[in-house]
């Protein structure tokens, strides 16, 4: 079944705005990894936040994990047209290696 | 950063043909890889995981006659669409990993048709 689950499933904002991107999951996770996918292309990794962990920051992303709520959510500040893509949670479940991903955010931009 | 390839990047064959996908670590070597589906506009959904050297381990549901998957040494793994069908037309995009529980490396995915 499907793990994670993202919301919204599409969003559009103006450029400069922040945008926030929640994810949930169902089961325990070793750690919840945020990807970005341009249309038709592979998948870019953004951030890796473990289970242990509360908070990540990376340039302007910032990833919460709420282990207790089963959920993560994914923050870019200062937003840009080149961050138009859409954005899938991955949890790697407990005892596995293997991801399941969330069925995305599709994330506009608009200059 | 590490860099997985893809190969072909899309594909057109016809019904009945099979068709081999390559993916490729050019940089790590991966103890690890994996095979997504992409239907569009939805998510992926793992198929299959493999290690080097041994035999892939095939997701509920996912026909392991239907998807070879060969991985024979640490940078190559191949996915092959054996006797395609249209319904197979999807995205496919592999992984790869030297560490577990670390990121995995995509590939830039192959896109395949049939007709």
């Known amino acids: 079944s499907q793990q994670g689950e993202e919301d919204p499933q599409a969003l559009s904002i103006q450029e400069g705005e922040n945008a926030t991107m929640n994810c949930s999951y169902k089961?325990?996770?070793?750690?919840l990894q945020w990807y970005r996918q341009n249309s038709g292309r592979g998948l870019v990794h953004l951030i890796l936040?473990?289970?242990?962990?509360r908070e990540k920051h990376s340039g302007r992303l910032r990833v919460t994990l709420d282990t207790s709520k089963k959920s993560s959510s994914l923050l870019i500040t200062a937003s840009r047209a080149a961050d138009t893509a859409s954005y899938f949670c991955?949890?790697?479940?407990?005892?596995?290696?293997?991801?399941?991903f969330g069925k995305g955010t599709k994330l506009s931009v608009i200059p | 950063g590490a860099v997985v390839s893809q190969h072909p990047s899309r594909v057109i064959c016809k019904s009945g043909t099979s068709v081999k996908i390559e993916c490729r670590s050019l940089?790590?070597?991966?103890?690890?890889m994996f095979w997504y589906r992409q239907f569009p506009k939805q998510s992926l959904m793992l198929m299959a995981t493999?290690?080097?050297?041994?035999?892939?381990?095939?997701e509920q549901g996912v026909e392991k006659d239907k998807f070879l998957i060969n991985h024979a040494s640490l940078t190559l793994s191949t996915l092959t669409v054996t006797s395609a069908h249209p319904e197979d037309s999807s995205f496919y995009i592999c992984?790869?990993?030297?560490?577990?529980?670390?990121?995995?490396?995509f590939g830039p995915g192959t896109r395949l048709t049939v007709t």
């Open positions: 992984s790869a990993t030297d560490r577990p529980s670390y990121e995995q490396y």
């Open positions: 089961t325990s996770i070793n750690n």
């Open positions: 936040i473990r289970s242990n962990e």
């Open positions: 991955a949890t790697e479940r407990a005892g596995s290696y293997q991801l399941t």
């Open positions: 940089d790590f070597q991966a103890t690890t």
């Open positions: 493999s290690n080097e050297g041994s035999k892939a381990t095939y």
